[in-house]
């Protein structure tokens, strides 16, 4: 499903994609999965949007947590007219992954997550986002001491298993922002539900 919020002349486009799947007790697997897929500069998807094509200047993902829910979405800005091609290799991405992940990605995500981990409480602001967290999302009192042997316990199938659970390609909410004329053009004939909205979110008719 697409949906495109009209920016009339807006010279790049705005994509986010939202899998479906919730997250739920599988908290570090998720973390390096992400790590790997869109979440730092080395991932996949960047490098992919980035390095081999040039789209965009940047392209990431991430899990987003909420007291009683949460979602996995993958954003980035690129050229309007490289719109559908960004579309294309995000899903490309989306879809490579469940297909497996090497031992080297694996090892890089870990030694990545776990040497930036104490950078988390460098401040008072840190301390106590961290320590409210852990209250708001019922996480356990050994959450934050237990961290680290927590993401390097996390094995190669694990992280497979946490792809194929939360990525669906058949289930997806594409959102596009930009110039509607200039995207309408590259995704009209890809078979797909296109809803658009205005600035309000509202859906036009």
């Known amino acids: ?27 570090f697997q998720a973390l390096l999965l992400n790590t790997i897929l869109g979440g730092q500069f080395t991932s996949r998807i ?3 949007l980035r390095e081999r094509n040039g789209y965009t200047y940047g392209a990431t993902s991430r899990f987003n947590y909420f007291k009683d829910a949460a979602f ?29 992940i090497k031992d080297s990605e694996l090892e890089f995500a870990k030694s990545s997550i776990t040497k930036r981990f104490p950078l988390s409480f460098e401040t008072y602001g ?40 939360f990525i669906n390609n058949n289930a997806l909410t594409i959102v596009l922002v930009g110039d509607k004329t200039k995207i309408i053009q590259q995704i009209q004939n890809l078979g797909v539900g296109i809803y658009e909205v205005d600035l309000y979110g509202n859906v036009q008719i």
């Open 72 to 100: 996995f979405e993958v954003s980035t800005s690129c050229g309007v007219e490289n719109t559908a091609n960004a579309v294309n290799e995000i899903l490309f991405e989306l879809e490579q992954i469940k297909s497996g």
């Open 1 to 27: 499903m697409y949906i495109i919020k009209t920016m009339p002349h807006k010279p790049k486009s705005e994509l986010v994609i939202y899998p479906n799947q919730e997250i739920r007790k599988i908290i």
């Open 46 to 48: 960047n490098l992919n």
């Open 126 to 165: 840190q301390l106590t986002s961290g320590l409210s967290g852990r209250v708001l999302f019922d996480l356990s009192p050994d959450y934050f001491s237990n961290y680290v042997d927590n993401v390097n316990s996390v094995s190669k199938a694990e992280v497979n298993q946490a792809a194929n659970y």
